[in-house]
């Protein structure tokens, strides 16, 4: 099987059709474009969802923070807890835990968030450090955003930039190869991506705002979101791909290694449906956010739009990361 995520055919087939047990509780379940769960809990809902780390070496231990708080995040919920899982091989020292988690303990700390719980192995189960991270919150349950809540006609909104992720773990894990080809501080400035990388606080914005659906861009890039977020919801999309932003160091890593960016892991961007685009452009931005209508949710068919040439949204393939790292 090809490296990533599981196409959704498969997800379908093998995942979803054996899970047997449904209980009431349980008031938001899986789904494809649905990242997390909610349980009820009278008047409000505990939201859970969980990631793994797989793809980075440098950095792993942030990203694995926030790459779950975001799921959270886009439920419109900020997150209050997160249980962290830790697989190391023999070959791992000491120095490598400490360093994961030193890096773990500070972005939770800038979000906020307590690290109450997890395990830690050492196993010749993996031949590289796996992280697997579950953060969980809380919210009243009526205010809960679904991937699956975009309505025809809402505008498409996506924050920072394309392949924000992406650009980062490229940057940090292939500086050797860069060097030549990008100048030190174009390198410095593509692994300072990481920075951006939470989209907690737009999640929550966007929520107390009254967003129809959120998904934070992981595997697939801004393109698979998008399709998943019309997969989730049963809508059409036209998205209008020159309106997405992609930095200049982006699309030179891009270049370099033959990828695209509109299919490069981007956690750090939210993709937000909502009927008063132009607004709510307006109050992210206020708060320091980049933010821009790329889109339109529609009735039917899922198409990009560049330069008037129409083509299809097709669903997420391997995430272009997986052809770097090879």
């Not at 494809?32 to 859970?48: K, N, P, Q, R, T």
Request: charge should be negative.
């Amino acid at each position: 099987m090809k490296e990533g995520k599981i196409p959704p055919e498969l997800l379908r087939s093998l995942i979803f059709n054996n899970i047997k047990v449904r209980n009431e509780e349980v008031i938001m379940r899986p789904e494809i474009g649905e990242d997390c769960a909610a349980i009820d809990f009278e008047s409000h809902a505990c939201v859970l969802s969980t990631d793994p780390i797989t793809g980075a070496v440098k950095n792993a231990g942030a990203l694995a923070i926030h790459v779950s708080c975001n799921d959270v995040a886009s439920c419109g919920v900020r997150p209050l807890g997160i249980m962290m899982t830790i697989l190391a091989p023999p070959e791992a020292s000491e120095e490598d835990i400490k360093r994961i988690m030193e890096e773990a303990g500070e972005a939770a700390s800038k979000l906020g968030v307590e690290i109450i719980g997890g395990h830690t192995e050492i196993t010749s189960a993996v031949n590289r450090i796996v992280i697997s991270t579950t953060a969980l919150g809380k919210v009243p349950k009526d205010r809960i955003v679904k991937s699956s809540g975009a309505k025809a006609g809402d505008d498409v909104i996506m924050t920072k930039w394309a392949g924000l992720e992406g650009t980062s773990i490229i940057a940090a894990d292939k500086e050797k190869e860069l060097e030549g080809f990008l100048t030190q501080e174009e390198i410095e400035s593509a692994k300072s991506f990481i920075e951006n990388i939470s989209v907690v606080e737009e999640g929550a914005t966007a929520g107390e705002f009254g967003a129809s659906s959120m998904h934070d861009v992981t595997e697939g890039g801004i393109l698979g979101a998008a399709w998943e977020i019309t997969e989730s919801s049963g809508k059409g999309i036209d998205i209008y791909i020159d309106k997405i932003p992609v930095s200049e160091i982006t699309k030179k890593i891009c270049g370099f290694y033959g990828i695209d960016p509109y299919m490069l892991i981007s956690s750090g961007s939210m993709l937000i449906t909502a009927s008063k685009g132009t607004e709510l452009v307006s109050i992210l931005e206020e708060k320091g956010i980049p933010a821009v209508i790329i889109g339109r949710i529609t009735e039917g068919g899922r198409n990009i739009i560049k330069n008037g040439d129409i083509s299809s949204l097709n669903p997420p393939d391997v995430d272009e990361l997986y052809k770097v790292l090879k």
